[in-house]
């Protein structure tokens, strides 16, 4: 298959894309190895080739003698045209093996708009797309990511996910497979083996019924299965496995360049973020070992620039100590140290200057809503003094260029919160122009990037309802009207695709149908705007008789059974519940190193968070 993969490459836009053979790819024979593992990212090569979550898997599981695990990627249009025209499956990378006769194919969930992704991908490797259909023990089926904190809109299609952190369960889900493929075990029997492991879900052996207003009368596991699965998560940062080298694209990349993890989770609380809860507890990793594995993976993939990246860096307890130590070696070799997730409150001039000592990065803020009432109801503890003041600092150190993340629709919002960003934007034009130690000859530019809110699982807006289309619309303009200078650029979000992440963000099982109805009709790669068919999602819920206004715009009671309540990421639901009531009376919650808010999150798997005081 390989030579007439070859010849397809002469017929494509980016063949880089598929034809694999990149440095530090790993080559087995597969003869010798016991299982193989085709590891799926459902979108194109350059954003899957950017997830560090993918590149430690992949490492990790390649570590193994007995396991070959290959990278494979959404084929663009041009390349899946041709494919299907010339009954070439869908391939993984390092062998150009289809990947239908592998022993275990995983793909991580990044975003909801990737859904019809994973069945147009198993489509293409000739597989049944639903898991009922693949009645043989293999290939296995999986999914992980962030998604995953609510499965149940691809429960159909997925023999078992993995909610939490897949270094430790990875393994032993291999050690399973290994041993039932050996026993020529069924798929059945397998599922409800894994079924005991914990961090792992498998969604047939999980009944949901409902009542007749359409929300969920109870979900019931079946006889010997766990009624809650708890997600899976790493104690120690230090001893886990973390890559000493990275795949290098032949091609550019979203994110070109070495990406180091210095701490999971979040000591903020921010009640709009969904990865600042279902990643806690907080665990930091210690500048020696952050700073040694930087320098090896920059030695062995020959990148000039690493990310040291979180969810909030600058919260990092020892980055003074860490950028000391990365600097004795990266301002020699020539090596850029970036610093995303910075914070408003914390921001520190004099580290962003040893940050230029190699080349200078822009500085991104997220104020995410325009008045302080607002800020202090999504618990996003940033004032306009700390803003401004910070502004002053980065134009004294040399910076011309700002941006600035808000959002649009959160809970709460008025049409003076929505005005107030543009009031905040000007406001940071203004001290760049009165500053004396701004950069001589030179303006300011400040970009705001506003997206539309979805509410997600597992955070204090849970229950919200979200902003209609027409809704958001009306406040985008009564944004872009408030704007009154060049200096201020203003981008927004795609409505529809927002309102579509609202859907299958808090959707049930029922939304199987209409993911399924929408792929069949010529939905693909729906997180992109120029393939995006809003018509065609509309009419996919139209036949399958299914109002997305109920999933997307309802406002849910507090006791009402919600599709992931099954599923146990370490929040305890009565902590949610009080976050949203103080987000309606304007409450803020200390981040979690000033008090420890009793979330729950230590009580789970005997986990210990960092952040506690």
């Known amino acids: 298959m390989k030579s007439n993969i070859e010849q397809l490459l002469l017929q494509v836009q980016k063949p880089a894309r598929y034809s694999g053979g990149e440095l530090n790819a790993v080559v087995k024979d597969k003869e010798k190895t016991d299982i193989r593992y085709a590891f799926c990212f459902p979108d ?35 390349m899946e045209a041709q494919m299907r025209a010339n009954d070439i499956p869908l391939f993984a990378l390092e062998s150009m093996d289809s990947i239908r006769d592998f022993d275990l194919i995983g793909f991580t ?39 995953v904190c609510n499965p149940e809109p691809l429960a159909d299609f997925i023999d078992l996910f993995l909610p939490g952190e897949g270094e430790e369960v990875t393994h032993e889900l291999i050690d399973l497979l290994k041993e039932h493929k050996k026993k020529g075990s069924s798929k059945e029997e397998f599922l409800c083996a894994a079924a005991q492991l914990e961090g792992v879900y498998v969604p047939s052996l999980y009944d949901v019924t409902y009542h007749e207003d359409g929300t ?102 020892k980055i003074k100590e860490l950028l000391e130590q990365m600097l004795d070696w990266t301002v020699e070799d020539r090596v850029n140290i970036a610093l995303p997730s910075l914070r408003v409150d914390n921001f520190d001039e004099n580290l962003m200057q040893k940050l230029q000592s190699v080349r200078r990065s822009g500085l ?15 618990n996003k503890n940033v004032s306009e003094e700390e803003m401004i003041l910070t502004s002053r600092k980065a134009f004294a150190g040399g910076w011309t260029a700002v941006k600035l993340y808000f959002m649009l629709g959160l809970p709460t919002e008025t049409d003076e919160d929505v005005t107030g960003i543009a009031q905040l934007a000007q406001k940071v034009v203004d001290e760049y122009y009165k500053n004396p130690d701004k950069p001589k000859g030179k303006g300011v530019q400040v970009s705001v990037s506003v997206s539309s809110f979805v509410p997600k699982p597992f955070t204090p807006f849970q229950w919200e309802p979200q902003d209609t289309q027409d809704e958001l619309k009306r406040k985008q303009e009564l944004l872009k009207q408030s704007v009154t200078t060049r200096k201020v650029s203003l981008s927004f979000h795609n409505k529809p695709m927002s309102a579509l992440e609202g859907v299958f963000a808090r959707g049930d099982r029922r939304l199987g149908r209409v993911l399924e109805t929408a792929w069949r009709n010529g939905c693909t790669f729906d997180s992109w705007d120029d393939h995006f068919k809003e018509d065609v999602w509309a009419q996919a819920f139209r036949t399958c008789g299914i109002d997305p206004a109920f999933y997307a715009n309802r406002r849910r009671d507090h006791s009402e ?49 960092d952040a506690k005081s």
């Open 364 to 378: 991104t803020f997220a104020p995410e809503a325009g008045t302080q009432r607002l800020r202090d109801a999504i």
């Open 561 to 609: 059974i919600l599709p992931w309540d099954h599923l146990d990421y370490g929040i305890r639901k009565e902590f949610l519940i009080a976050e949203n009531q103080k987000s309606h009376s304007g409450e803020v919650t200390l981040n979690c190193r000033e008090r420890c808010a009793a979330c729950g999150v230590n009580l789970l798997n005997g986990g210990k968070c």
């Open 44 to 78: 194109n090569y350059e954003i899957g080739m950017s997830h560090l979550g993918m590149k430690i898997l992949y490492s990790l599981s390649n570590a193994r003698e007995d396991t070959w695990c290959e990278r494979v990627f959404a084929p663009w249009e041009d």
């Open 216 to 317: 969920i009368a109870a979900v019931t596991s079946q006889d010997g299965v766990p009624a809650v699965v708890k997600k899976r998560v790493i104690a120690d940062l230090d001893t886990v496995f973390y890559p000493d080298k990275f795949v290098v694209p032949f091609m550019e990349v979203v994110h070109d360049r070495v990406v180091h993890e210095i701490f999971r989770g979040c000591i903020r609380g921010c009640r709009f973020c969904q990865a600042g809860f279902i990643y806690r507890p907080i665990r930091e990793k210690s500048p020696e070992t952050v700073n040694k594995q930087s320098r090896e993976l920059c030695k062995t993939t020959g990148y000039d620039e690493v990310s040291l990246c979180s969810l909030s860096s600058s919260d990092y307890t």
């Open 109 to 147: 969930m990044q975003y909801e708009l990737s859904y019809t992704n994973v069945l147009n991908m198993l489509d293409l490797a000739g597989l049944p797309v639903r898991s009922a259909e693949r009645t043989s023990l293999l290939p296995i089926v999986i999914a992980g990511g962030p998604c």
